[in-house]
């Protein structure tokens, strides 16, 4: 019998999407979303998904960036059509083998995928456990933008989100299970570059006020918003920004005073700030116009910090009080006039100057290191640096 | 959609050839564009004369209906970005004497490198003078079986053929083939023919003239991994190839000058890149060079593009590769076939690659991996 006479029957083409230009630069934003157990964060991902907004946003739930031991994860993807996207479940196929000596993360690779089969997402949404730092992730994310594929439109990191009980939150701050020395729940307020204080509604001024000062004085740089039943303006959560090199880093960067609608922490600025609660402590310093030469030792003393876990005039400083940046934002400000904007998240950083009209600027820059160990030597060494 | 512009292409079509979506199950398949109907009636009435273009594209051979020679192409269906293709079945997996001491992923099911998952996130290991002396024997060794292997490429002999020969060079000096079961990769040596960015698993396609391939060759000795590459022309070469060999290696070696204690990872990046791009070529981002000790792949992590944000300075005593993959145009991505390893380039273009092991000595750097030539 000849095969080739059995005629096959037509099918539907579908297009193939083109190959997508490796210099393209579409964006798609990636927010990371973290919070306390019980603090709402499903609430909030229920109300985004549910809310007309018209994009089409993937939420990708759940323990995710931890590579070794991937086997299938799912996501969901919200459309105009289906904007709960209870029909969209979709399984995220993981590559295996082919990652050796790759430095992209298996998750990512999979993400993409997914978009050149079923379309660019206009949003990513990534919710992580209770639990888990989003440092790990957030670099991982941040790092991926140098290789990003998918559609020709780049996963790009938008910044990280914490979700904040209003009745428990001061509690967990204060007494939730440490890591490495570090409570758990303060990781996650360090790395964060906006905080929804949620369930407002159930607790009192007084005690607002006094959970927004603890926050606000273990991540000077976050924004807090208070919500309820995590009702909050998308504007303030999506496309900030929060690790955008050059111009769009620098509203983030000058966004660091708490000024939005409901609060405002600005008034007394100190050229030096200091803070410290269970193992986490944060600096913030003023810095005076900088030359090119003082650029380039503020350049090394940062690689220092970040990278060696250490200042530079301390060469043993190990066991006495262990120095880890877990986040660092920053906004130098030139003799020359131009603006370099500083974004790191664990040791990874990078420092972009500012393209096109920088008018309008303060004629001093800033640095906010939040981490470990991040007492008086830290910011004396600094200053010494600095004078 | 745009693109339901292609008419029914009946030659005597009876509704006056309008635009179809309805396309041919098999050229769809075969990867041949255009072959649309606009019903099952005009797509019967001529499939005597439309079938015989699946005949002149159809692969040869498949794994249910091999060739004479018991060859056949394992991924018919695959959008192969290139003309190269993968020639099986592969060899069986070859045996490692028992004798030779073996890292964690040889003898792991998945071949899972354990070890170097637990050290991940840390820094870069300093090597004492002992550890040192044994890294160069290891890479001395490399070096001597890339040579030999270096020494087969010529028009004709198949990758699974310098496979055997690494293989066998390499335990004959009671080393074990670096790649042999990493995360399952099934042969001893990497073998990246003509568009073949890196990780082409050695089968059994004949070397043809005009072809480039890089070989990349890793073993473990005595506790210690080397890893090294090179591109080599199999008999004579294209300008563009012969151009794209000169500047990768260029690449490598302005990105070797560079090192030495102080120096920054993410400075290698700004020495290769900028060469490439003078010479009409894209750095591949995806795979970066890796520090290397007693385990094969670790940190520090080194890309090879100009603006990244690697973290490390170098210090004394760190050994890692720079091992540049350039490909000629404009295109850095990968699109990996069906095999998860081998990755190809997007578009087709060809693509080269050099590899050194490098030691950071307390006054500069010293190539462990270095031939007697290219000094």
Not at chain 2, 67 to 84: E, I, K, R
Request: charged share 25%; with cysteine; hydrophobic share 35%.
């Amino acid at each position: 019998m000849d095969f080739d006479d059995d005629i096959p029957t037509l099918i539907e083409h579908e297009d193939k999407q083109l190959m997508p230009d490796s210099a393209s630069t579409g964006r798609v934003p990636c927010t990371i979303i973290s919070g306390f157990l019980g603090a709402g964060k499903s609430t909030l991902l229920r109300r985004i998904l549910t809310e007309h907004h018209g994009y089409r946003i993937a939420v990708i739930m759940n323990e995710f960036g931890d590579t070794s031991s991937i086997e299938a994860k799912t996501i969901n993807i919200s459309s105009e059509d289906d904007p709960t996207a209870e029909k969209s479940q979709e399984l995220l196929e993981l590559a295996n083998g082919c990652l050796c000596c790759s430095i992209k993360d298996a998750g990512v690779a999979a993400i993409e995928k997914l978009m050149q089969r079923k379309g660019a997402f206009d949003h990513i949404l990534l919710e992580t456990t209770g639990l888990a730092d989003p440092g790990p992730i957030a670099s991982m994310f941040w790092l991926n933008e140098e290789y990003a594929t998918g559609l020709g439109r780049q996963i790009s990191l938008d910044g990280v989100i914490c979700v904040v009980d209003a009745v428990f939150g001061q509690q967990q701050m204060e007494e939730d299970h440490s890591v490495d020395g570090v409570g758990e729940s303060l990781r996650q307020i360090a790395c964060s570059d906006v905080i929804l204080l949620n369930k407002v509604d159930l607790t009192s001024e007084e005690q607002l006020r006094s959970i927004e000062e603890l926050i606000q004085r273990v991540n000077p740089s976050a924004p807090i918003h208070r919500t309820i039943r995590g009702q909050i303006d998308l504007a303030h959560i999506m496309n900030i920004n929060a690790y955008a090199g050059g111009a769009k880093g620098l509203q983030s960067a000058q966004h660091q005073r708490g000024n939005n609608d409901n609060h405002d922490h600005a008034g007394h600025t100190v050229s030096s700030k200091h803070y410290e609660l269970r193992g986490i402590s944060s600096l913030q310093v003023t810095l005076p116009t900088l030359t090119r030469h003082r650029l380039q030792e503020l350049d090394e003393w940062i690689r220092t910090v970040l990278w060696e876990n250490r200042i530079p005039d301390n060469y043993h400083q190990i066991g006495l009080s262990e120095l880890k940046v877990l986040r660092c934002k920053g906004l130098f400000v030139m003799e020359s006039g131009e603006q370099y904007v500083l974004q790191g998240v664990q040791s990874m950083y990078d420092l972009s100057l500012v393209e096109g009209d920088v008018t309008g600027i303060p004629d001093s820059g800033k640095l906010v290191l939040i981490g470990k160990g991040l007492d008086d030597s830290v910011r004396q060494s600094l200053n010494k640096l600095l004078v | 959609m745009s693109s339901a512009t292609v008419l029914c292409q009946s030659s005597n079509c009876p509704h006056g050839n309008p635009p179809s979506r309805l396309e041919c199950p098999t050229c769809n398949k075969l990867g041949i564009r255009g072959s649309f109907f606009c019903g099952q009636e005009c797509f019967k009435g001529n499939w005597k004369t439309h079938k015989i273009i699946h005949d002149l594209v159809r692969s040869p051979a498949t794994a249910a209906n091999p060739s004479q020679d018991g060859t056949y192409h394992p991924f018919a269906n695959f959008d192969f970005t290139g003309t190269l293709r993968p020639v099986y079945p592969l060899s069986p997996k070859r045996e490692v004497p028992e004798h030779i001491p073996r890292p964690d992923y040889a003898t792991h099911e998945d071949g899972v490198p354990t070890t170097e998952l637990k050290r991940a996130g840390q820094p870069p290991r300093l090597l004492n003078s002992e550890e040192i002396e044994k890294m160069k024997f290891a890479c001395r060794l490399g070096r001597e079986v890339l040579d030999i292997a270096a020494a087969m490429v010529r028009p004709g002999v198949t990758t699974d053929e310098i496979d055997a020969v690494v293989h066998q060079a390499t335990i004959d000096r009671n080393a074990y083939p670096s790649p042999l079961n990493y995360r399952n990769f099934p042969k001893s040596v990497c073998t990246s023919i003509n568009e073949i960015i890196c990780h082409g698993i050695p089968d059994r396609r004949k070397l043809q003239e005009g072809d480039i391939i890089n070989l990349d060759i890793s073993l473990y000795y005595d506790g210690f991994h080397a890893d090294l590459n090179a591109t080599y022309p199999v008999g004579e070469i294209d300008e563009d190839s012969k151009k794209l060999i000169q500047t990768t290696r260029e690449c490598l070696d302005e990105a070797i000058k560079i090192c030495k204690p102080g120096a920054l990872f993410r400075d290698i990046g700004k020495v290769i890149e900028p060469i490439a791009r003078a010479n009409g070529c894209a750095v591949v981002r995806t795979y970066t060079g890796h520090g290397i000790n007693d385990l094969f792949h670790t940190a520090p992590n080194i890309p090879h593009y100009a603006k990244n944000k690697a973290i490390g300075t170098m210090k004394p005593g760190m050994c890692f590769t720079i091992e540049p993959m350039i490909n000629l145009g404009s295109h850095w991505d990968t699109h990996h076939w069906p095999d998860n390893w081998t990755a190809s380039t997007v578009d087709g273009k060809r693509s080269a690659q050099f590899e050194e092991t490098l030691l950071i000595t307390e006054t500069g750097v010293e190539v462990l991996t270095a031939g007697s030539t290219d000094l």
